[in-house]
C-alpha cells in the first residue's frame, strides 16, 4: 500500500481501513514521500502516520498485520544508522512487522535485525542484494518478501522469448518451457500446488 495513498496520518489510517474492508490481513506503511525533492518524511511524521494506521488496524474485528517500512535504501539515503532510529520509532508506535528494503549486505540486516524485537521482513529481488533463506534466517530474519521479483522473472523470459524468434527466428525456448497441462495445474483450485 506504499505510503497509504495520503500524507497524512488520518489518510494512512484510512487506508488501512479500505484495504479490510475490501478483505485484506495485512498491509504495510511506507516513510516514502513520492516527492523526489524530499523522498522521506521527517521521523516525527513518518511515526505519526505509522502510529495512526496501527491504531486503526487494532480497531478492526480481526488481526491484521501491519508492517512499517523504512525506505532508506530504495531512496537515495543509504544510512544505516537513521533507518535503525526510523524502525526502532515505527516499533515504538506499535508496527507488528518491520522492513528497510535495500539493505546491503548480510551484516546491515544482522544488525538490524539484533536491535529490533519484533519480526523484521527482507524483501528479496534487488540484485547483487539477495541471499539464501538459510542465510536470512541466520542473521535473524523472520519474513521475507519476494516483491515484483517473480513477475518480473516471468517478464524477463517472455521478453527473451520474443527476442529469439525476432532475432535469431528460433523456438528454443519451447524446450524450457512448462508443458500447459502442468501449467494448467497450477491455477485450479483442486491442485495440489494451491494452498
Do not use: W
Not at 504495510?28 to 521521523?43: R, V, Y
Not at 502516520?49 to 508492517?67: H, I, S, W, Y
Not at 535503525?84 to 520509532?89: E, G, N, S
Not at 534466517?137 to 517472455?158: E, F, N, P, Q
Request: net charge negative; aromatic share 8%.
Amino acid at each position: 500500500m506504499e505510503k497509504g495513498f495520503d500524507d497524512a496520518p488520518e489518510g494512512a489510517a484510512e487506508t488501512i481501513r479500505l484495504a479490510a474492508a475490501v478483505g485484506l490481513v495485512g498491509g504495510s506503511i511506507e516513510d516514502f514521500t513520492g516527492n523526489p525533492q524530499k523522498p522521506l518524511f521527517d521521523l516525527n511524521h513518518a511515526k505519526e502516520r505509522v502510529a495512526a494506521a496501527v491504531e486503526a488496524a487494532r480497531k478492526l474485528p480481526f488481526p491484521f498485520t501491519l508492517t512499517a517500512r523504512a525506505e532508506n535504501f530504495l531512496r537515495g539515503n543509504p544510512n544505516l544508522d537513521d533507518t535503525i532510529q526510523r524502525l526502532q520509532a515505527f516499533e515504538a508506535a506499535g508496527a507488528d512487522v518491520l522492513m528497510a528494503p535495500g539493505l546491503p549486505d548480510l551484516a546491515a540486516v544482522q544488525t538490524v535485525c539484533a536491535v529490533l524485537s519484533r519480526p523484521f521482513n527482507f524483501m528479496a529481488g534487488i540484485k547483487d542484494r539477495s541471499f539464501t533463506t538459510a542465510e536470512l534466517a541466520s542473521v535473524g530474519v523472520k519474513r521475507i518478501s519476494l516483491a515484483t521479483s517473480l513477475y518480473r522473472a516471468a517478464m524477463s523470459g517472455l521478453v527473451n522469448a520474443a527476442r529469439e524468434v525476432k532475432d535469431q527466428g528460433t523456438f528454443g525456448y519451447v524446450d524450457a518451457a512448462m508443458a500447459t497441462p502442468e501449467l494448467n495445474s497450477y491455477m485450479s483450485s483442486s491442485s495440489p500446488h494451491v494452498r
